[in-house]
């Protein structure tokens, strides 16, 4: 048997979203076309589009549906962005240090093909944002910022970062706010009207939905430049033929979470806590990375590094036991390479290097817990005795 | 040998992946794992260097699912950087030949990754090199490295820095086979890398231009090429870009006495003096290296062997003269373009005796020869 610990790469599909995208696929129908078959098919979008505005607090005509997570990411950075540079020249990009690499990526792209200036925002031990940075970056410069772009929670570390304090002293100076709600959705009470953000990302298989299907919320009248031209899907913020089985299944496992988030949240975090305290009693000198208060964490994250051990190892040594879990960082050629993440939160190369991440999700159980507890300490055991192989050796 | 857990070294080439496939054949429970070894890997090849980019890497995925097995990218790069490329670099600075793949055999896949396998609890190391390991009925049944079936792939050579103990941990299942029978293996096995291009040349120099590589690393450093008389017939940029026996590339400007091409008879970076000559002088029947490893019992002296010095160059017969301190061998004939730095391998037959550094080589008929070069 498996226990699966890695939702936060993604959930299994939940069972009515798995429905709705196998019911849907047997339907023809281009949601574009003007007869019957395409009408039904548009009908089917807009549902799932309503769907999912009520699911995030947002009115339907500010769903802007993408392929994923990312390309919503990539739209709302460089579509803020280049939307920014029409009245004026506003080179400067905030984000933070501890972003997903699809918002660093586009920023960084900027950066080298449009002369843009990107500032990160510095992070804590917890990894959680310093919203006195963000102040003085734009008192001091507000009208060169093109966009501020601060995660709702971080993907590795689960911490919770204050965005609606950054919204707000964004909107002091009329910055546009974006924010990576991926992992946040189904989790935490994200309310896009609420939240002061101008656009917020979801993504449709963190949620219990399928791979390939996001959104990007947009507030009304928000500026954005397209990345994708073509046939003028989406208002022209973004061509392509929407895929109204994916959306709808999106649609179906978002509301499922959000309408199921305050309980699951709860048994959640219980199994979470259970999980830290199995760890940490096999494995005394492991080191919980991320917030240690339950407020400020997400509830399915659990983050850990293990002294003198390599993540590779330690992946490898669970995964042949049926303990499937990510060392938590975003890999180069299948290859991890030690967080951006740790290190913008001070942790030593070392240290980062033996890191895992457990995730737990919808469909887990005590029994993927009790899986871990019984594997971590003799996996650590091995995993030192490995030791640091690849590190320098003769440093 | 009985079944055990094996880690399958997958490079994305055909070799390792038929080897992998007959170590699971053999009945062994087996996990395959790329070796990253570049900092910035390439997204695609580029002619016929290297295992080193994100392609290869899927290759060898590609090759693991098709055998069922587990599979994982394990990042040995800085290990590598420090160990084959840094030791790289500072041989050519020193005015030595290195052979990267006798120092990644030793110190990385034999080494740094064969410990972390044992740690993890393998029995054993697969890769797709061609040799053989044979136990040997003289040394109780110790194994012993052999050469491969097939001469013209045979790579133990680039093994011969393996001791006993590292070979007991050794599997090359690809040994006994001819490379095209491996081919045809691949293929019927429905490995897509069947008709991949092998690869040559050294995996970390991406364009094959090891000169120009090693310039931007050690920078121009103008230099007098002299004859054996030490009168200047030339400059060079930087003496670490020439190899002992070289003879292209020399740009000099008045031709030799003789009307003959002269060759890099010697290297020195202290001095930053490339001395060259004509190609009789560079023949040298005395070879002395150092820093020894025995793949299995020592020599003695006396012993009469084979002397192999660069990974695909002929063996010549040779006698141990001395091995006090440092490998003495006298060889049965003349030997041209032997430079310090480069691997010394003895052979006993088919069976690997074991290998040492090159230091210097000269003849014992003339004074003529390379300049010693203390390691």
Redesign the interface.
Known sequence: MTAYLDHAATTPMRPEALAALVDELASPGNASSLHTSGRRARRTVEEARERLAAALGSSPSEVVLTAGGTEADNLAVKGLYWARQTARRRPVVVTTAVEHHAVLDPVEWLVEHEGAEAVYLPVDAVGRVDVDALRSVLAARADDVALVSVMWANNEVGTVQPVAEVAGVAREHGVPVHTDAVQAVGWLPVDFAASGVDCLTVSGHKVGGPVGAGALVARRGLDLTPVLHGGGQERGARSGTIDAPAVRALSVAAARAVAGREAEAVRVADLRDDLVAAVLDAVPDAVLRGDPDPAGRLPGNAHFTFPGCEG??L???L??RGVECSVGSAC??????PSHVLLAMGVPLHDARGALRFSLGWSSTADDVAALADAIGPVVQ??R???L??????? | MTAVRVLAAMSGGVDSAVAAARAVEAGHEV?GV?L?LARE?ATQRTGARGCC??ED?DDA?RAADVLGI?F????????FE??VVDDFVAEYAAGRTPNPCVRCNERIKFS?LL??AL???FDAVCTGHYARIEADGAAGGAPALHRAVDPGKDQSYVLAVLPPERLAHALFPLGDTVKDDVRAEAARRGLLVADKPDSHDICFVADGDTKAWLGARLGVRPGPVVDADGAVVGEHEGAFAYTVGQRHGLRLGRPAPDGKPRYVLSVEPVSNTVTVGPRAALDVDEVVAGGATWCGPAPVVGQRLGAQVRAHGDEVPCVVTSLDGAVVVRLGRPLSGVAPGQTLALYDGTRVVGSATIRTAYSSLTSTGTIPTER
Not at chain 2, 72 to 79: A, I, K
């Open positions: 590779d190892s992946l490898y040594l995964d042949a180069q050629a299948g290859v991890p390479k091995r995993a005795r490995a030791g192989s690849s590190a320098r050796a003769r440093a | 996990v790329h990253a890997p980019t994100v890497a995925r587990p994982y990218v394990w990042d040995l790069s800085e290990r420090a160990d740094a410990d972390k740690a993890l609890g």
